[in-house]
């Protein structure tokens, strides 16, 4: 499905995840109230992870319309899950390495 109405209905949906991950961002920096979580470089990670998501939202909302006459530029709509992928793989991480902990000690 590759026809302007499914382009719109994908940018409208990368938009909306956009929106929707605003909250998440806004609380984002509650990460580093935990004494010693400044110095964990997976706090950081999952910082940083969280406000590239609504980046990469609206970048694969935007980016296929600007290069729609090239034939792979369906695939900017992905971009939003990438975001999602490293936010997982930090959450993971974080699991794995601090046991959950914001400020865990390396």
Known sequence: MTGKPARISYSILCVLAALMSFPFVMFSPMMFAAPGSGDNPYTHLLFYSVLLF???AIAGAILPWIFKRWQKAIWFYTLPVFGFALFILMMVLMETQC????????
């Open 54 to 56: 609504p980046v990469l």
């Open 99 to 106: 046991g959950g902990d914001f400020s865990c000690d390396m």
